[in-house]
């Protein structure tokens, strides 16, 4: 293989690891609070993450400001490292349970792996756009794809191992599989290029501003099926292991549309299928809104989590595409929106989670407040280059 096609290989790996390393923390919620165990309350463990949201937020913001000056390598490296020491710190966590110290040092593990994943996944946006000179918004879209795919992994590895009292073999297999994926990456040659340089006298445009408020809307909404998704449709009338169910078909629908999303842009003329999709989820809300009949809710859910699969890697793409020159920017500026979206909502919604009817209604005004922007946003634009 050439040296290209390896680091192709190899940022696509850590794309999926990335993800897989970023949940292992929610993945183990119910060793974190078995009493026998972490014993955490349930208010502790949500706690937990808040200092990881305030962290991506934070190193988001300032990841490209970093490769800016240090190049794409040591930034992505130091993501990956501190997300490392934090999966192997909170596996040998099991030789010391009982410290009264136990809390804080979760809460400082959750804030390094914060950082590390905004470190990592602000550069790996761009780096993967960069080694495809004909489909950068692909090329995201297909990353955001592994991401997430590794991101429903670690859930998947916590019900294989069975019994809680083995959480230690999760961090344990994630540690040295990341180890292994980082150590490669050291070898790679990444070299720093125009692509990650930003303006000597940086400006953030007035569309760039647009698109970051597009994805706090949008994380708005993926924030509370994320966070609520299961509520929502318990309150609809659906048993516990169904409405487990509900959210995962929710999750496989955002994959499944990336996926194909990121295979056939490249091709084929989205753009379309991009702009409605906003409109589309708000429809699907509406009928979510009326009460339909239960066996409809899965199929609501997948659906709505598909046509919203694209608009999150899909707006950092167009927008890669439209600002050239701050790639790196655009990724870190609209990761930190998503997150500051999805942060505020589910700390908002903690205590409305029953307001079903109202939450689903805001939604839907948010699903057309995002299709205006999007039309707004589409005259005298380079869409067509990205879809």
């Known amino acids: 293989m050439s040296s290209k096609t390896v680091t192709i290989v190899v940022v696509f790996i850590l794309a999926f690891l990335t993800g897989v390393n970023f949940v292992v923390f929610p ?102 756009a960069s080694l495809f000179e004909e489909g950068k918004s692909s090329a995201i879209l297909l990353l955001q794809f592994l991401v997430g795919l590794g991101t429903s992994t670690s859930p998947l590895m916590m019900n294989l191992i069975g019994d809680v009292k083995n959480w230690m073999y999760v961090p344990g297999s994630i540690f040295i599989v990341v180890s292994i994926a980082c150590l490669a990456f050291l070898f790679l040659k990444l070299e720093k290029g125009a692509f990650f340089e930003l303006p000597g006298h940086l400006r953030i445009p007035r569309k760039l501003w647009i698109f970051f408020a597009v994805i706090v809307l949008y994380g708005c909404i993926e924030g509370t099926f994320g966070s609520f998704g299961g509520i929502i449709l318990k309150n609809k009338g659906l048993e516990n292991n169904k409405a487990s169910l509900g959210l995962s078909l929710f999750w496989g629908g955002i994959a499944l549309n990336r996926l194909l999303f990121g295979l056939f842009a490249k091709k084929n003329d989205l753009s379309g299928i991009f702009l409605f999709s906003p409109l589309l989820v708000g429809v699907l809300l509406f009928i979510l809104l009326i009460d339909p009949n239960i066996n409809i809710l899965l199929v609501l859910m997948f659906f709505i989590g598909f046509f919203m699969g694209s608009i999150f890697p899909g707006s950092i793409g167009w927008g890669t595409v439209e600002f050239p020159t701050l790639s790196v920017l655009v990724s870190g500026f609209l990761m930190a929106a998503n997150q500051i979206g999805t942060g505020v909502v589910t700390n908002v919604l903690g205590n409305f989670s029953n307001y079903t009817s109202e939450i689903l209604v805001f939604l839907i005004f948010c699903t057309i407040i995002i299709c205006g922007i999007l039309f707004y946003l589409k005259r005298n634009s380079k869409i067509k280059e990205a879809f």
């Open 27 to 128: 993945a183990l919620g119910t060793a974190f609070t078995d009493q026998s165990l972490f014993g955490l309350s349930s208010s502790q463990f949500g706690n937990l993450f808040i200092p990881q949201v305030i962290c991506i937020i934070i190193s988001c913001l300032g990841a490209p400001f970093l490769v800016n000056k240090l190049g794409p390598k040591i930034v992505l490296g130091s993501g990956l490292v501190l997300m490392i020491v934090s999966t192997g710190i909170l596996w040998l966590l099991q030789y010391n349970m009982n410290s009264h110290l136990l809390f804080p040092i979760l809460m400082i593990l959750v804030a390094c792996m914060g950082l590390g994943f905004g470190l990592s996944i602000t550069t790996l946006n761009p780096l993967a």
